[in-house]
């Protein structure tokens, strides 16, 4: 049976008729904070103190949008006779967010946790110049970082929590034995007495 002429158009004014009657719900935004979702992906934040300059999520970002620059020191040795370390020290780290497509591969491959996401979405800027967020920015996002979730009570306790139980409980029971060897072994008697 070959549709009605005109049955399409009445569909969608009965669809327009239906949502002029409901009430909207607009959030009034500037004045309203909107409510985000737990996970959601603003800005990237930076942990200075962990990075480690190793270019990782430079290496991997898509859009080639961070950029750092550092230069190697070299470290006294720790010992007398020891060798001289280098190690490498950040001089710049910045991402620009007018490239950036917020996929998060830098977050996930950064091996020592030096990035995070924030919620914060609020950085628009008039100049497009603007949004490379050097690392003085991104370090103060990271005090909008949220704290990790809790874990949950019902999962199975981490290996290195439980070894970490067990030495300090190994390590008590030692004691213990210890204190009681040395009671056992100390006489009963006053010194006066004998």
């Known amino acids: ?35 985000l979702p737990p996970r959601s992906r603003g800005v990237i934040g ?19 949008c961070i950029y750092i620059d550092s230069h190697k ?13 280098s190690r ?24 020592f946790d030096a990035l995070f996401w924030s919620p914060e979405f609020e950085y628009a800027e008039t ?11 991104l370090r103060e996002w990271m005090w909008t970082v949220p704290a990790p979730p809790a874990l949950d009570p019902a999962a199975e306790e981490p290996k290195e929590l439980g070894a970490a139980r067990k030495a300090v409980e190994k390590a008590e029971a030692a004691a213990a034995a210890a204190a009681a060897a040395a009671a056992s072994a100390t006489p009963d008697t006053p010194e006066g007495d004998a």
């Not at 930076?46 to 270019?55: A, Q, R």
């Open 73 to 85: 020191e070299t470290m006294p040795a720790a010992a007398p006779g020891g060798r001289e370390r």
């Open 127 to 137: 100049d497009i110049h603007e949004l490379t967020h050097e690392r003085d920015k």
């Open 1 to 35: 049976m070959p549709p009605i002429p005109g049955s399409g158009l009445a569909k969608g004014l009965a669809v327009t008729l239906r949502t002029m009657t409901k009430r909207s719900h607009t959030a009034q935004y500037p004045e309203v904070q909107p409510q």
């Open 46 to 64: 930076l942990f200075e103190e962990n990075c480690t300059v190793c270019m990782l999520c430079a290496r991997e970002c898509p859009d080639w």
């Open 88 to 111: 490498n020290v950040l001089d710049r780290f910045a991402i620009d967010f007018s490239l950036c497509m917020y996929c998060g591969i830098c977050i996930e491959v950064c091996p």
